[in-house]
C-alpha cells in the first residue's frame, strides 16, 4: 500500500503572463491581492507564467537527464561548504546545485529497484528559504491542504496550465518578511510511475551573516508584536541540516525562535 493521498483540491493558480501586469495598474493591484490571499491561506500557489516554452522546457529536461548520468565520482565533485550547496546523494534523490544566494537546483527522483507502486521520494518538509519557484517534468509533488489541528491530507498539485510554475512561501518569509501573516506548506514528492522524475528550483535564501527579523511595518493591530526573534539564515539551515527531514524548518523556526 502507498502513501495516502487526497484527491485534488481547487488549489490557487494565479496569471502572471500578461504583458499588461505593470506596478499601478488596477490588473497588477488585483493579482497582487490573489497572490497574498494565495500565500495567506496556501502557502503556494501555480503560477501560470510560460515564459520557458514547451520545446524549451523539453530541451531543458532533456539536458537535466544527461546531466544526471554523469558518474557518481563526478557528481560529488561539486562540493560546497555551506548545507545544501553542492552535491546531495545518498537520498533518494539526487541533487546538484550552484550559487550561494539565488540557490539554482536541479533534482532528480529515481524510483527504488525493486519499484513499489508508489514511493515517496522526498518525505514531507517546508522549504526553509524565502521563496522557491519550480520547474518540474512530470507530477508527484504534493502539499498539505486543509491541515485543520493537524489532520491535514496530501494532494497532488497538477498543473492547470502546461508550462506552470510552483512557487512556495517558505519559513524565513513566514517568520520574517510576514511576521507569521504568510504560511510556509508542507510538501513532498510521490514517485507513482516507475521513471525517473526530474525538477529545477530557484530557491531564494537570504545573504548569510545578517540577522533577520520583521520589519516595524509588520507590526500591525491584528499582529502588536514581533512573532519570531531575530536570525542568522545558514544559522538556522545548518540545524535543520543536521537533522535532516526529521524535523521540517517550519518546526525548527518555531520550536527556536517563536516568542
Ligand atoms: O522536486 C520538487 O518538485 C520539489 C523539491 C523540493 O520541495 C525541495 O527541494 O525543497
Ligand atoms: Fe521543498
Redesign the pocket.
Known sequence: MGPETAPPPKLPCIDLSSNKLIPGTPLWDRTAAEVLHASAEFGFFEAVYPAIDASERRVMFARLAELFTLPLETKWRNTHDRPYHGFIGGLPRASVSTSPMMLRRVMEYKPPVPSPDTVIS?KP?T?TNFI?VLCENSGGLEVLVDDNGGSGAFAPLVATMPGSLFV?IGDAFMVAWSNGRLKSVP?RVVLREDKPRLSTGLFMVPEGGWMIEAPEELISDENPRRLYRPFEYFDILSRCYLNPMNMSGQQVFNELLRL
Open positions: 522526498l518538509h522549504d522557491t512556495f510538501h
